[in-house]
């Protein structure tokens, strides 16, 4: 079944929301490239609901200012919002979207048996940045220390980064499902290790 298209005004408060404040890695962009992800998996093991996963990839994010606690649920009630507004009567799970989105608050900190299969892969796709080409992963890693640049101390910063790429690379399973472990574990931890050491 093809996804639902997005309404031209739906598309355009997304994407606005994505610009404010402009973002160094978390814009638009950023969304686009976990939507490769998402089709990756369609292609591949396939989603169980797969427009309300859309929905979150989308939507994740949309609110976010660096340092703030409540991007997530911010975030998630935005969705909650668009999908009454533009999608009335469709049957969209919408307590599932905004329950997808909120689990990315927790990233780093849950196992793979605390989540679904959906929502392993989803979490996956949001983290498989953690794996990509080193130059790109280390754009990725610049993009988040000029976002928090002006919200926290430089020192701070680097010291908390450092101790959350260490955790990462400390855990059994950096990805939560089968399927990304699989194909990209090896490569995010040598990406994490050559980070964590450029932080000393």
Not at 122 to 141: G, H, K, R
Not at 175 to 198: C, G, K, M, P, Y
Request: proline letters at 6%.
């Amino acid at each position: 079944m093809p996804p639902l298209p997005l309404p031209a005004e739906q598309l355009a408060a997304l994407q606005a929301a994505y610009a404010t404040p402009p973002r160094a890695y978390h814009n638009f962009s950023h969304v686009e490239e976990v939507l490769r992800h998402y089709r990756d998996v369609a292609d591949g093991p396939g989603w169980e609901q797969a427009e309300e996963v859309r929905l979150a990839v989308l939507y994740h994010d949309a609110i976010y200012e660096a340092g703030r606690k409540d991007n997530e649920a911010r975030s998630a009630q935005l969705a909650v919002e668009h999908i009454d507004r533009w999608w009335p009567g469709q049957d969209i799970d919408a307590a599932r979207v905004a329950e997808l989105i909120n689990l990315t608050a927790r990233h780093g900190s849950l196992q793979p048996q605390d989540v679904d299969r959906d929502a392993a892969l989803f979490l996956d796709c949001d983290m498989a940045i953690l794996a990509a080409e080193p130059t790109v992963f280390s754009a990725y890693d610049r993009g988040i220390a000029a976002e928090y640049r002006g919200h926290v101390p430089a020192w701070l910063f680097k010291l908390n980064r450092r101790r959350f790429l260490k955790a990462l690379l400390g855990k059994e399973r950096i990805f939560l499902s089968d399927w990304f472990h699989q194909r990209l574990d090896a490569q995010a931890r040598i990406n994490l290790r050559r980070a964590v050491t450029e932080k000393r």
